[in-house]
């Protein structure tokens, strides 16, 4: 054990060059371990920009062995760390301020796979479309599908418990993760679940999934795999307003019909689209489109595209388009999938939201929404998972104008305001992490924020993994003073700063 | 009784260091599990639906609700909730959640961990708890839903859950195959079924005990629920005519099917790979022990087996243990024996407790800190 720094000094002053970094090295390797702020530049974000942290250090194990020696000195040093896969995360969650960064980017072996059985266990690091891609020979798909496939990792879906289009039929990371060996921030490992799907005992598994690193980390996942559908047919149907698309995005849910996805674009995010690398060739003067996928078998798609479509013309759809082959259906949801990126074209900075609503207050909230938009002069562009009232409301501005950013966040914080109002919840898909904090005592009493804190508290009694993030650490009430001082000590902080882009509470009137 | 009432039962509970046993209806799930407590707290007059916006295919309802009352109100707007837990219709959603029961149609719909949005409970403190939401996504905050599901109540008592529902199938059709023949030949119907891209709500094979106990003949039988729009199920009956002589059966089997616990003394669930059931599951169905009800979902990968409805004594307790165990030797290796139900006096000898883990210590002794909640349920 080191000495307890003085509390009157900054914390690991000399971190960077500490023995820590030496012995970091000592396991991994000292190409593996980065500790000069230059280097460092490229972890202080993640996927969503606007927030920035500077990590004292990053350490990036590459084998299961590695991984457990890293966190293990981290224990015995006292000292707070964040794990990190991609980075591709959109809520802040994967952020370290002034502690260290344990990428596990390398650790991407497929372990095993049971074609029969339908299941695989890979590693942390393995990237989601690589997984898809391992499997897809033999018939079969790992279903979350988020956006940022082709660079999130499955240890990254399994601590955000990732969504994505195709988890309105599939269900999300949740529904698909069987067992997991956990590497708890003490340095013990434990295993999660069964791989053989049910066991007596508590949930631990369903517990940790969605626990955005703030429990540990995992070195290894068990996922269910799924079969292809016999039939995957894509439509569009594009409108001359937004409340007629949303009036037909409730009336398919009511309806029963679960389609594999169903996703919503408005006027704005479409044109940036078309006007993008990522042009999908959807109709640049609608207001609005709907990207319907149904799949199953044969027969029973027929008839449900029959209705789908009959659905979207007596709701006003302009046309409805059926993708004729797979490589149109790829370029219909390739616009999809990349407009977040193809935002990058309108401002430096982009502001994402993820809030979900009850599916029948989809027409009025966007409603809202709009109206929210024009007070305070934004253009917010809406593309989102309609089919479960999963919103992203996004506005791309730049932080660099105070006036502007001011602007964007009211807006933004009003427009949350007007979710958590109709029932719904401030996260979807994209975690809590630092963005979401603010909001979470508006959706949970003070009671429940604690349970969650106290369940935090048995993964990692000392809150050193992602520290600082999803419940307020004033919502815990058994903040235990003594590892509390430990934590501020290592970590040279008292309480989170107050964040550049930290939306502001949504006040009480 | 109203979320008030139970927190100031379980506040007065701690106080005075009385445990509380936590009861549904007690009609159901009398699992005869050792818990030490004289008071029984019982949600049974805490029903009802909460809110209910059939185009949000969302339900939130008090705990005490029967899932029969659930299926009448759902029924009203051609919607249900997939979820048919062995046992009565009677029992509550409550108790469902609490166990984690599920029936026939998991392999389609999931277990109840994948069908439940949110809830509330009182932790064994008396403080109010919500976990997750009303919509059907949501990944704010940790998953304290996940964590009381298949708790057993020891972590809190659960007041009211909200549920993912589906639009009620416009045809819902129910088939026999006879499995005759060798040995042999039952598994190669077995296989050809299962490995058909045939995508059935629910398929049970039925060892020959159980399928007399539910009016099916002598013979063991496949069970096979197909729904969805007309088209749909119409193409499968086709298909499953190409591989099997299908035989229509009224829907109602299914009750049956899941009252077979009913008289059980003891129901032994083993749990397995899907491929290995596949191999095992005829020779498991051939070896017929008189008495001894056999279900098996291949394609959850799991098997049921009910002791002592047929009135046998208590001994057929042991047998079956002895037969799950001979599973677990002959070919399923790889696999998991839960007790479901027991004889009281097997309980201790047999079953281990499943929370002796420091992680699941630490959460009991976090969420029932006077450890007054179903103390001994979980063998703890």
Redesign the interface.
């Known amino acids: 054990m080191t000495q307890p720094t003085p509390a009157s000094t900054p914390a690991h002053p000399s971190l960077a060059q500490s023995p820590v970094a030496e012995r970091l090295a000592e396991i991994v390797g000292a190409r593996h371990v980065l500790n000069r702020p230059s280097e460092l530049l490229v972890y202080n974000s993640d996927g969503l920009p606007g927030y920035r942290r500077q990590p004292k250090l990053a350490v990036f194990p590459g084998t299961r062995e590695e991984t457990i020696a890293v966190v293990r000195l981290l224990a015995d040093e006292g000292l707070p760390f964040v794990p990190r896969g991609a980075g591709t995360g959109l809520s802040g969650g994967a952020l370290a301020d002034d502690i260290v960064v344990v990428g596990l980017h390398r650790l991407k072996k497929i372990i095993s796979l049971d074609i029969e059985n339908r299941r695989a266990t890979v590693e942390p690091g393995v990237v989601n479309l690589r997984l898809n891609k391992f499997v897809a020979p033999h018939g079969l798909l790992y279903a979350p599908d988020p956006s940022s496939e082709a660079a999130c990792t499955i240890g990254g879906n399994v601590a955000e418990n990732a969504g994505g289009p195709h988890c309105l039929k599939y269900g999300v990371t949740l529904n698909h993760v069987l067992a997991m060996t956990v590497l708890l921030p003490s340095g013990d490992v434990v295993e999660l679940g069964s791989k053989l799907g049910e066991r007596d005992g508590y949930d631990l598994r369903g517990a940790f999934i969605g626990s955005e690193g703030c429990f540990g980390l995992a070195l290894d996942i068990t996922v269910k795999l799924t079969p292809r559908p016999q039939t995957v047919r894509t439509l569009l149907a594009d409108f001359m307003s937004v409340d007629a698309a949303a009036h037909v995005t409730s009336a398919i849910i009511a309806s029963g019909i679960v389609p594999a996805a169903l996703e919503f674009m408005d006027g704005p995010t479409i044109r940036v689209v078309e006007d993008s690398i990522y042009a999908a060739g959807y109709p640049r003067d609608a207001e609005a489109i709907l990207l319907i996928e149904l799949d199953g078998l044969e027969a029973g798609v027929s008839a449900d595209l029959e209705a789908v479509r009959r659905i979207c013309l007596d709701g006003g759809a302009r046309n409805v388009k059926v993708a004729r082959d797979d490589a149109e259906r790829m370029k219909l949801w390739q616009g999809r999938k990349k407009a977040f990126g193809a935002m990058g074209r309108l401002a430096p900075h982009l502001i994402v939201q993820d809030a979900v609503i009850p599916r029948t207050r989809l027409p009025e909230i966007l409603d809202t929404i709009h109206r929210i938009s024009e007070k305070y002069g934004v253009v917010v562009c809406n593309v989102f998972h309609a089919g479960d009232g999963n919103l992203h409301p996004n506005i791309a501005y730049s932080a660099d104008d105070p006036a502007e950013s001011e602007r964007v966040h009211k807006a933004m914080t009003e427009i949350m305001q007007a979710c958590i109002d109709a029932g719904g919840s401030i996260t979807g898909e994209h975690g809590v992490g630092l963005d979401k904090m603010g909001y979470m005592e508006s959706i949970f009493s003070e009671s429940s924020l604690n349970a969650m804190c106290e369940l935090r508290g048995v993964f990692d009694p000392e809150r050193r993994s992602n520290p600082g993030k999803v419940v307020p650490i004033h919502a815990c009430k058994e903040w235990n003073a003594v590892s509390g001082d430990r934590l501020r000590m290592a970590a040279g902080v008292s309480e989170p700063r107050p964040l550049e882009a930290d939306p502001p509470r949504p006040s009480a009137q | 009784m109203r979320t008030e009432a139970v927190v100031s039962a379980i506040k007065e509970s701690a106080a005075t260091h009385a445990p509380l046993r936590v009861a549904g209806r007690s009609t159901w799930l009398d699992a005869g599990r050792p818990v030490r407590a004289d008071k029984t707290l019982s949600l049974h007059d805490d029903s009802g639906v909460v809110s209910y916006?059939?185009?949000?295919?969302?339900l939130t309802v008090r705990a005490g609700t029967s899932l029969s009352e659930i299926e009448r109100v759902t029924g009203e707007h051609?919607?249900w909730l997939p979820l048919d837990p062995y046992g009565s219709g009677e029992g509550t959603i409550g108790a469902t959640i609490a166990t984690?029961s599920a029936g026939p149609l998991a392999s389609s719909f999931?277990?109840p961990?994948?069908l439940l949005l949110g809830l509330e409970f009182v932790?064994g403190r008396g403080?109010?708890?919500?976990?997750g939401?009303?919509?059907?996504?949501?990944?704010?905050?940790?998953?304290?839903?996940?964590?009381l599901?298949?708790?057993w109540g020891t972590?809190g008592v659960i007041t009211e859950v909200t549920l993912r529902l589906?639009?009620?199938p416009a045809v819902d059709r129910t088939f026999a195959v006879v499995l005759d023949g060798s040995e042999r030949e039952m598994a190669s119907l077995i296989r050809g079924i299962i490995t058909s891209?045939l995508?059935p709500y629910a398929l049970l094979l039925l060892n020959s005990s159980a399928a007399r106990a539910v009016g099916l003949g002598e013979q063991p039988v496949c069970l096979i629920r197909f729904g969805?729009?007309?088209?749909?199920v119409?193409?499968?009956i086709n298909g499953l005519s190409q591989i099997a002589r299908p035989e229509e059966t009224e829907t109602a089997v299914w009750v049956r099917v899941r009252q077979l616990d009913g008289n059980a003394h003891t129901t032994i669930?083993v749990?397995?790979?899907?491929?290995r059931f596949l191999a095992a599951s005829a020779r498991i169905l051939s070896e017929d022990v008189p008495g001894i009800h056999t279900c098996i979902d291949p394609r959850?990968?799991?098997l049921r087996l009910n002791v002592g409805a047929e009135g046998e004594d208590g001994d057929g307790g042991i047998s079956a243990i002895g037969a799950s165990q001979d599973l677990h030797k002959n070919g399923a290796d790889?696999?998991?024996v839960?007790f479901e139900k027991l004889p009281a006096e097997v309980w201790r000898e047999v079953s281990p407790s499943?929370?002796s883990?420091?992680?699941?210590r630490?959460?009991k002794r976090?969420?029932d800190p006077h450890h007054i909640l179903n103390p001994g349920i979980?063998g703890d």
């Open positions: 916006v059939p185009g949000d295919l969302t051609d919607q984690a999931g277990l961990r994948d932790n403080d109010v708890v919500r976990g939401g009303k919509v059907v996504k949501n990944v704010a905050g940790f998953d304290l839903s996940r964590l599901t298949g708790a972590l589906y639009a009620a891209p995508a969805g729009n007309d088209p749909v119409r193409a499968q669930r749990v397995s790979l899907p491929q959850r990968g799991v790889a696999s998991d839960i499943v929370v883990d420091d992680l699941s630490g959460i976090a969420f979980l």
